[in-house]
């Protein structure tokens, strides 16, 4: 048992310094896989410009310039030029519009600033001027009448 006992203790000794010597870093674990190179065995096709895409770019080439070979002149009176033409409103309907809107900008300007410029009067009227002339003749100290005869409320 003992025997037993001093391999274990032994054992012990040496992994704990192997353990605190041994990294993630310095681990040769798994280097031996990055000698061993593989080949691809995808089969590629072959790049040509016969491709679909290629073909649709020379479609597209070729169908915009046949569109500004036999596009009509600008001042030829098209089908769809006079579609467009039923659709929109003349220039004079925009004019006016456009003065009209400008008008009723100026005014709602104008009520925008009187309303801003605004302030309130200076006084405060009384909703009941009465309240002055009713004062209690009792209980008042020494130089605390005020003389109101001269005090005129404003109507």
Do not use: C
Request: glycine fraction near 4%; charge should be positive; charged fraction near 20%.
């Amino acid at each position: 048992m003992s025997f037993v006992r001093r391999a274990l203790v032994v054992s012990s000794r040496t992994r704990g310094v192997f353990a605190a010597q041994r990294r993630a870093a310095s681990s040769s674990h798994g280097h031996e896989d990055h000698q061993h190179h593989h080949q691809d065995s995808t089969v590629y096709p072959a790049e040509t410009f016969g491709s679909p895409f290629w073909r649709n770019v020379a479609l597209a080439g070729l169908a915009t310039a046949a569109f500004f070979k036999l596009a009509p002149e600008a001042g030829d009176d098209v089908y769809l030029t006079r579609w467009i033409a039923l659709y929109t409103a003349p220039r004079d309907y925009w004019l006016s519009l456009n003065a009209k809107h400008t008008a009723q900008q100026a005014e709602a300007s104008a009520d925008t600033m009187l309303v801003n410029d605004a302030e309130r009067p200076s006084y405060r009227r009384f909703s009941y001027p009465q309240a002055l002339e009713q004062a209690s003749p009792f209980l008042n100290q020494v130089g605390m009448n005020v003389d109101m005869s001269g005090v005129v409320p404003r109507k």
